[in-house]
């Protein structure tokens, strides 16, 4: 998913004056390629212009490119197979470049520090390091502790959310005539249930299943893409079958839902900064201890999911690593 931009001829085009909580996600981006996002000034209770920073670049068009080239080649072995047509090649390509940058332009967008370890070290990262720093983190991965972490860790982020809107509520400064507001917090609540902490009960069923009374293999086969069930046929016994499509189960899961609590967390976020921004004459100490006490939860636990979905991403690497799992 690509951001859309704003084209401005200067900083000056930007009047945050008329501002609302609803222009924060906005890019702007000037004659000279410099971008611009919006922040709220939480303790000057305002709203200010930052300057939007891509998260080392050159590191990132390097791994893509060895991506694309990996793919290139996967998709050419399935087009000789016969599995896919031999002119499908680019189609495909894109469109899984493409889920990547949906990715990718989520966590380096809003990154203030890019860079920043060459900065520290002035030194710059030789061709392949980085490669060889994911291959090293492949190696340490343990995918079965890091599914097992997250059905440990859920509650407590299912407390937090609900200590969050608790908060909010505790605030008093919705008023039952603010639909607007009061709709968004219900909605979000709401939605938090049933496709946040729901689902993740389902997750959890499916873990069960496939561990204690599965369906046949053909069943979840063909939940599989190209490349994951080439890995899964080179498999000799039915107990590696089982565990991969456990791993690759949940991997496809977890990463729609924490991508979903990710998206409500900011819709919480939103709303305590359109408080903030807009009632900030009415606020008393014992609310505004309320949202603060709401924004301190939050940040907490959007930087654990963010955690988490990194992770996801070396699960995912970990699921399509032939060697992880083929004798070779």
């Known amino acids: ?178 639909r607007e507001l009061s709709n968004m917090l219900e909605d979000t609540h709401r939605s938090l249930d049933i496709d946040g902490f729901q689902k993740i009960e389902d997750i959890i069923s499916i873990y069960r299943e496939i561990n204690e009374y599965p369906r046949p293999i053909s069943f979840y086969i063909t939940h599989l893409d190209p490349r994951c069930r080439d890995i899964l046929n080179q498999m000799q016994t039915d107990k590696q079958k089982y565990h991969y499509i456990l791993l690759y189960e949940m991997d496809q899961h977890l990463k729609h839902v924490y991508k979903k609590l990710l998206g409500f967390a900011d819709s919480l976020q939103k709303i305590i900064d359109e408080i903030e921004m807009n009632m900030a004459s009415k606020i008393n100490a014992l609310a505004r201890q309320n949202l603060k006490d709401a924004t301190f939860t939050l940040e907490t636990t959007i930087g654990e999911i963010k955690t988490v979905l990194t992770k996801l991403t070396t699960l995912e690497q970990y699921i399509k690593t032939e060697r992880n799992f083929i004798q070779q």
């Open 1 to 178: 998913m690509r951001t859309d931009f704003i084209h401005i001829d200067s900083i000056e085009d930007i009047d945050t004056s008329k501002a609302s909580v609803y222009d924060l996600n906005k890019r702007y981006m000037d004659k000279n390629g410099t971008m611009y996002g919006l922040r709220f000034n939480r303790s000057q209770r305002k709203v200010e212009i930052i300057r939007i920073l891509r998260t080392s670049n050159d590191r990132a068009q390097m791994i893509r490119h060895r991506i694309r080239e990996k793919k290139k080649q996967d998709i050419k072995e399935l087009a000789e197979l016969g599995d896919i047509p031999e002119n499908s090649d680019d189609r495909l390509i894109e469109d899984e470049i493409g889920k990547e940058n949906e990715i990718d332009d989520y966590y380096t967008e809003n990154n203030d520090d890019s860079d920043s370890d060459i900065a520290a070290t002035g030194k710059t990262m030789e061709p392949g390091a980085e490669l060889s720093t994911i291959e090293t983190e492949l190696k340490k991965f343990n995918p079965d502790h890091f599914i097992k972490e997250i059905f440990d860790t859920i509650n407590t982020h299912r407390d937090r959310f609900n200590g969050v809107i608790n908060n909010i509520h505790n605030s008093k400064m919705i008023s039952p005539d603010d």
